[in-house]
């Protein structure tokens, strides 16, 4: 924490300003009122009793992450002035890891609090690589009541898609996001805005996440266009931050699909024996007739990327694997001899319908070897 601390104050430190752009200080001064701190559920077990909010009204909605704070009965804001409002949950979209709050309650409302147009945010178009972006929170509780929340000031290190897990939890939102350069990502700092060099809202500060590939930690943040894919009961459908905004109260979580809980997808693929940690996910044999088989996947392949994601190791592909379910295509790059050879793998259920062994979508076996 000590550390990360440190890097906070070193960033804001070298700041430097373009000619007829506004200083950082302006900067600051026209967004932080448009943040909130929170303050619910939490306190235990290392989870932090408090985070950040972007407002996004006049009238006082609220973004933030759909994380433990919100869970309790109890939920508190603290304005840029000072002032403390009760907090109530008006919708929640897991897929997203997003929830949209009020603030305020019948005796106290709101017509003229400053905030962000989230809707000229979402037409404004992703940034790329390089771009300068600030990151406003409540990062390790630094400020309450009418103090200042924290600002940091990084880049856009990429665009893409998420996989993270907290603990041994995986994050629901998988979606592209934002990763900067930046440790923007501590606690208290959830829901927070990341912006552009000028204050635009970009997107909104993530959770403290590992990359589940490489167990490192990542600094991103959901961007306001954030849509993600979802199964439900009549197939796949989309669905956005925006649209929770739009529907407010009436917004109803996206439906959940029934999930197979015995029967695994079947590929055919048979990997080589996982004996380190590292081991690479080269093929050792493709059964006649199965999905890879028609797919034209061949025995000694070694797969590269699954759907754009790189996977050094066996354990890497059985994590990514284990995502996806009989039906999906499955955009597989694989390593033969010198060239690299895309191909789309359609898995099936596993035959006969019994239990696996493992939970190892890609082989009908635990490491490989022949039936």
Same mark, same amino acid.
């Given at each position: 924490?000590?550390?990360?601390? $440190?890097?906070?104050?070193?960033?804001?430190?070298?700041?430097?300003?373009?000619?007829? *752009?506004?200083? #950082?200080?302006?900067?600051?001064?026209?967004?932080?009122?448009?943040?909130?701190?929170?303050?619910?559920?939490?306190?235990? =077990?290392?989870?932090?009793?408090?985070?950040?909010?972007?407002?996004?009204?006049?009238?006082?909605?609220?973004?933030?992450? !759909?994380?433990?704070?919100?869970?309790?009965?109890?939920?508190?804001?603290? $304005?840029?002035?000072?002032?403390?409002?009760?907090?109530?949950? #008006?919708?929640?979209?897991?897929? #997203?890891?997003?929830?949209?709050? %009020?603030?305020?309650?019948?005796?106290?409302?709101?017509?003229?609090?400053?905030?962000?147009?989230?809707?000229?945010?979402? &037409? &404004?178009?992703?940034?790329?690589?390089?771009?300068?972006?600030?990151?406003?929170?409540?990062?390790?509780?630094?400020?309450?009541?009418?103090?200042?929340?924290?600002?940091? *000031?990084?880049?856009?290190?990429?665009?893409?898609?998420?996989?993270?897990?907290?603990?041994?939890?995986?994050?629901?939102?998988?979606?592209?996001?934002?990763?900067?350069?930046?440790?923007?990502?501590?606690?208290?700092?959830?829901?927070?805005?990341?912006?552009?060099? !000028?204050? *635009? $809202?970009?997107?909104?500060?993530? =959770?403290?996440?590992? !990359?589940?590939?490489?167990?490192?930690?990542?600094?991103?943040?959901?961007?306001?266009?954030?849509?993600?894919?979802?199964?439900?009961?009549? +197939?796949?459908?989309?669905?956005?931050?925006?649209?929770?905004?739009? &529907?407010?109260?009436?917004?109803?979580?996206?439906?959940?699909?029934?999930?197979?809980?015995?029967?695994?997808?079947?590929?055919?693929?048979?990997?080589?024996?996982?004996?380190?940690?590292?081991?690479?996910?080269?093929?050792?044999?493709?059964?006649? +007739?199965?999905?890879?088989?028609?797919?034209?996947?061949?025995?000694?392949?070694?797969?590269?990327?699954?759907?754009?994601?790189?996977?050094?190791?066996?354990?890497?592909?059985?994590?990514?694997?284990?995502?996806? %379910?009989?039906?999906?295509?499955?955009?597989?790059?694989?390593?033969?001899?010198?060239?690299?050879?895309?191909?789309?793998?359609?898995?099936?259920?596993?035959?006969?319908?019994? &239990?696996?062994?493992?939970?190892?979508?890609?082989?009908?076996?635990?490491?490989?070897?022949?039936?």
């Amino acid at each position: 924490m000590i550390l990360r601390f $440190l890097s906070l104050v070193l960033v804001v430190g070298v700041v430097s300003n373009l000619p007829g *752009q506004e200083s #950082l200080s302006q900067v600051f001064n026209k967004t932080y009122p448009k943040l909130v701190k929170l303050y619910g559920a939490g306190g235990i =077990r290392g989870l932090a009793g408090y985070g950040t909010g972007v407002v996004i009204s006049a009238d006082g909605l609220v973004l933030t992450v !759909n994380n433990h704070l919100i869970e309790g009965g109890d939920l508190v804001a603290h $304005l840029h002035d000072g002032t403390r409002v009760p907090v109530k949950v #008006l919708a929640r979209e897991p897929e #997203l890891d997003t929830a949209l709050l %009020k603030l305020g309650s019948a005796k106290q409302t709101f017509d003229d609090l400053p905030f962000f147009d989230i809707e000229e945010a979402y &037409k &404004k178009p992703i940034l790329g690589p390089g771009a300068a972006v600030l990151a406003f929170s409540n990062a390790f509780q630094i400020a309450t009541r009418e103090e200042p929340v924290t600002i940091m *000031q990084g880049n856009i290190a990429s665009f893409g898609r998420l996989y993270g897990r907290i603990g041994i939890f995986d994050i629901p939102f998988s979606g592209n996001v934002y990763v900067v350069d930046a440790i923007t990502n501590n606690p208290g700092a959830a829901g927070g805005a990341l912006t552009d060099r !000028n204050g *635009q $809202l970009l997107g909104f500060v993530g =959770r403290e996440v590992r !990359n589940e590939l490489t167990n490192t930690w990542v600094n991103y943040a959901i961007p306001v266009q954030a849509q993600v894919d979802v199964r439900g009961p009549n +197939g796949m459908s989309r669905i956005g931050i925006l649209e929770m905004v739009r &529907k407010k109260e009436s917004y109803r979580p996206a439906p959940k699909a029934d999930k197979p809980v015995d029967v695994e997808p079947y590929t055919g693929i048979l990997l080589v024996s996982n004996l380190i940690d590292r081991t690479p996910p080269f093929i050792e044999e493709v059964i006649p +007739g199965s999905p890879a088989a028609i797919a034209g996947i061949k025995a000694d392949d070694l797969i590269v990327y699954v759907d754009g994601i790189p996977v050094p190791s066996i354990n890497t592909l059985r994590e990514l694997m284990f995502r996806y %379910k009989a039906g999906d295509k499955i955009r597989l790059d694989v390593r033969r001899r010198d060239q690299l050879v895309g191909v789309d793998l359609i898995p099936l259920k596993a035959p006969g319908g019994s &239990k696996p062994v493992s939970p190892l979508p890609i082989s009908p076996l635990p490491t490989g070897g022949r039936p």
